[in-house]
């Protein structure tokens, strides 16, 4: 009996586990939004904290300039998937927590037809994807400053506690390509 349990553990835990697959990008840019979260939750006031967020908005940018601006193989899991009415257009949310930060990268208004919305049919809320994107730069921050990874939260906090980055999704898929 004890071995019919444990190799029914062992089948439940083999299936639902992540993949050894890692993408060093992906692994680098969430180290590092992480290690800016620590810095953000110790600094001593708003002053060091808004310095922090800043510094944020540059290392990003930073990230997107040294590597270029299309990502492959990153992986996480599907937090949303809706359509509008009618399903002309799906909106989805992929978050990735694999590295002690919750990020989500979002793209709304895939329009019907398209690949990545051909790809996402079979999908559905909880599934772990591979997904390859192009970062949205956001516009003018202040007279001086473009953001080249739009970072769509309402406050700095969230900004660096849960950042929620604005893409352009490619290919969404189950496999890594």
Not at 148 to 172: K, M, Q, Y
């Amino acid at each position: 009996m004890k071995k019919i349990l444990l190799i029914t553990l062992l089948l439940i835990i083999g299936c639902s586990s992540k993949p050894d697959f890692a993408n060093s990008l992906q692994v680098q840019f969430e180290n590092e939004r992480m290690s800016l979260k620590t810095e953000y939750k110790s600094a001593k006031n708003q002053i060091k904290k808004s310095a922090v967020f800043n510094e944020s908005r540059r290392k990003t940018c930073d990230f997107v300039n040294a590597h270029g601006s299309n990502f492959s193989n990153w992986y996480g899991k599907i937090k949303y998937l809706r359509t509008d009415q009618g399903g002309d257009e799906v909106a989805i949310t992929i978050i990735s927590d694999e590295h002690g930060l919750d990020i989500e990268y979002d793209n709304a208004g895939i329009k019907m037809g398209s690949s990545v919305y051909n790809q996402v049919t079979e999908l559905e809320k909880g599934d772990y994807v591979y997904f390859s994107f192009t970062p949205r730069s956001a516009g003018a921050i202040t007279s001086t400053e473009r953001e080249c990874f739009n970072e769509t939260s309402w406050t700095e906090e969230g900004s660096l506690d849960a950042p929620e980055f604005s893409v352009e999704f490619s290919r969404i898929s189950l496999n890594p390509s």
